[in-house]
């Protein structure tokens, strides 16, 4: 088996002008795949969410700048992010369904027929009420080897972003699913299963960052599917794991906002996602 090990990290896209969303429909389904991807966005030092999320203009940049420079002389790590201006957010790219990467990628570390197990994340509502932080999605898992992937055991968790987030994703990926989202199941070869997932976190789980003033926090879907490869091998195990960042999409625009914690709890039904901070494959 090949040991897990990170995921390429292309740098993040620009960034422009972040509005409050508007709100909500009845929760749906379907999920199509989509070609792999996986990127490390960075904010103004370095984390892998603000980057995409959020531009400054020139005179916010200079207020963060200064910032930056007296948290520095303090020495302390940043709590939260600095102080943004309200109207500001990130362009991204178009907003295809995650998926994680191309089996054929690993063809030379294992030389026997084997499974290898691949994923799509669409995401269908979300928003965060007065207690409860929630996200509907549905995961296609998908067997893209030659042999049965059986065992399959998912674990999906409600997370919201951080610095130094990809300390905290590897330890959950380092566990096994005690009470996957579903019974475990097997893939056949060239086999996929859509799932549909429900995820909350406690309000008091949420990593609340400041927009000049206005309280606000990004959800990030930290996915793990681990499985058994009944190939000629006979007992590999295999894992795919990943981070998404989730945000709310705008209609005529390719730009994503946040969710803003100062407006009356309401659930988002255009969102899309993201590779977040890390993936890994093995």
Known sequence: MTPPSPAATPEAPPAATPTPDAAVPAPGATAPTAPTASIEPRDVEGSPWLGWLIVLPAGAAVLIAGLLWRRRRRGAALAQSPAIDPDAAAALPPAPPVAIADPDAHADAVPDERAWVTFALTPRRAGVNLLTATLEAVLVVR???EAVAEEVRIDVRLLSARIGQESELA??????????????????????RAIDLLVTATRAQLNVLSAAGRPMF?????VNVRYVSSGGSGGVHGQTAAGFAIGVEREGTTKLTPFWLDTPGRMHDRLAA?????????
Request: hydrophobic share 50%; aromatic share 6%.
């Open 143 to 145: 067997n893209e080897g």
């Open 171 to 192: 330890t959950l990926f380092a566990e096994t699913a005690e009470t996957p989202v579903v019974a475990p199941f097997a893939l056949a070869a060239g086999e996929e």
């Open 218 to 222: 990004v959800p990030v879907a930290a």
């Open 274 to 282: 993201r590779p977040h901070a890390l993936s890994l494959r093995s």
